[in-house]
Antibody, heavy 113, light 111 residues
Framework: EVQLVESGGGLVQPGGSLRLSCAAS????????MSWVRQAPGKGLELVSS???????YYTDFVKGRFTISRDTSSNMLYLQMSSLRAEDTALYYC???????WGQGTLVTVSS | VVMTQSPLSLPVTLGQPASISCRSP???????????LSWFHQRPGQSPRRLIY???NRDSGVPDRFSGSGSGTDFTLKISRVEAEDVGTYYC?????????FGLGTKLEIK
């Protein structure tokens, strides 16, 4: 059974940084692409970043240069390092496999002074 | 790729059918021959759950009252007989072009 458990969210000031983690079990990172998808309060789903099984990374324009996705294949951990955070980055951040087969429960990031 | 869903709100009587449309501005057939169009269901306060993948394939545990169809740019999710547990928001999502994108969502409620 695949399980994805996110952590690391919290309240941060504008311009601050935060590192999200996703602990994955029941799957092999080197055979699966992984993504971070966010959902602002009351809004829809928005892909943030993906890392493919090859290790290649992709970012959407609104986080490029500010966020970094990475993984540790030895421990099946996925990360999202977020910096220069803005109020509009406030959202529930989900870890998901590739094209959305499995989702975690999400971790809330609030950017506010 | 901006995915357009309709309707955005869908009041349905229990036991009645429901249908949600999803349109893409460009065809979703990938170069590998697969159309990566999925449907997701999100209950209030819960994570999204994928129901349908590659247009018409039901995920494990998804009741057979849910069906997906379509090709190219036009896709449909149908619920043959709506049950109380089906309330929530439904999203279509395309995984053919990066960045993968989702529709705005269709909120299904019971009349």
């Amino acid at each position: 059974e695949v399980q994805l458990v996110e952590s690391g969210g919290g309240l941060v000031q504008p311009g601050g940084s935060l590192r999200l983690s996703c602990a994955a079990s029941g799957l092999t990172f080197t055979r699966n692409a992984m993504s971070w998808v966010r959902q602002a309060p009351g809004k829809g789903l928005e892909l943030v970043s993906s890392i493919y099984d090859s290790g290649e990374t992709y970012y959407t324009d609104f986080v490029k240069g500010r966020f970094t996705i990475s993984r540790d294949t030895s421990s099946n951990m996925l990360y999202l390092q977020m910096s220069s955070l803005r109020a509009e980055d406030t959202a529930l951040y989900y870890c998901a496999t590739g094209r959305g087969t499995f989702w975690g429960q999400g971790t809330l990031v609030t950017v506010s002074s | 790729v901006v995915m357009t869903q309709s309707p955005l709100s869908l009041p349905v009587t229990l036991g009645q059918p429901a249908s949600i449309s999803c349109r893409s501005p460009q065809g979703l057939l990938h170069s590998d021959g697969i159309t990566y169009l999925s449907w997701f269901h999100q209950r209030p306060g819960q994570s999204p759950r994928r129901l349908i993948y590659k247009v018409s394939n039901r995920d494990s545990g998804v009741p057979d009252r849910f069906s997906g169809s379509g090709s190219g740019t036009d896709f449909t999710l149908k619920i043959s007989r709506v049950e109380a547990e089906d309330v929530g928001t439904y999203y279509c999502g395309q995984g053919t072009y990066w960045p993968y994108t989702f529709g705005l969502g269709t909120k299904l409620e019971i009349k």
